[in-house]
């Protein structure tokens, strides 16, 4: 359907009663433009520059399709992966596992419902999240957490079938005294059912290839020229963080980015996004 999004923002709305996915390909709406509704929306999945002179963004959101995501999540965890018995329990699991997959990695909650492992790795991402929550907790009242999904940001690796972490948590530190900081945590789980000494040697080599390449596109030694590239790759970091959720579906609040903010950092955040884009 082409509507005019400036124009039919309430039908835009109502279109979400009628499907589970809403799929929206335009030049000018994105990720900010459907969480600035403030309609109870979910983005699912996003992606930038696509179609013809790559000036496109497509965008999958959902309303009713929170309850079909995790209602099929409920089946999975007692008929597929056999974690629970109990239907009330699956359901409870289900709806956090879809809080937590819907804001570090909605793409793959739509790859849970299919046939695979997937639904696995969702697991794993949720029990990673807590971890890093219990080891690594944000300690300043005036950092911004982002999660990046690797496995959205394949072409930083040359393509999705070369090795990389699962996770990239950055912790955005205000300047004081000086420059602000960005403090880097990869991160990787592994979901298994049996004691594998190979699986831990694949998730390490995938911690250490990523952390590898963090450090030749973004560090340098005292006394060292920055890497040649070092712009670009702020550009590239400044981009995928402008697409991770602003805000979340969490009525729990349970992690510490879901804190509301005032209506000025949000000046603040466009400003920080645009800084890192500069280097």
Known sequence: VSVRYEETGDQFVQLHSYAHWVVTLDQF?????????????????????IGTNKAYSL???????KDFVQQRLASKLINSLGITSDTAEA??????????????????????????????????????????????PVKSAEAIEVYLNLDELTSWFGGHRLQRADLLRLLILPPSDGPGKIEMLVCESKY???????TITEAAQQVEITIELLKESFCCEDGEDPPSDQSYWYRSL???????????SDALKRFPAYKEHSPLSKDERRQMIKDIAHG
């Open 238 to 248: 400044a981009d995928a963080i402008s697409q991770t959720p602003k805000k979340s």
């Open 192 to 198: 298994r059912d049996s004691d594998s000494s190979n």
């Open 29 to 49: 709406v994105g990720r900010s433009q459907i969480d600035a509704m403030n309609a109870n929306l979910d983005v699912i999945h996003v992606d930038e520059n």
């Open 91 to 136: 359901s409870e699991i289900s709806k956090h596992l879809y809080e937590i997959g819907r804001d570090i990695a909605p793409t793959i909650l739509l790859r849970a419902l299919g046939l695979g492992q997937t639904a696995a790795e969702v697991i794993g991402l949720t029990v990673q999240r807590h971890q890093v929550f219990q080891e690594f």
């Open 59 to 65: 965008v999958v959101s959902s309303n009713s399709g």
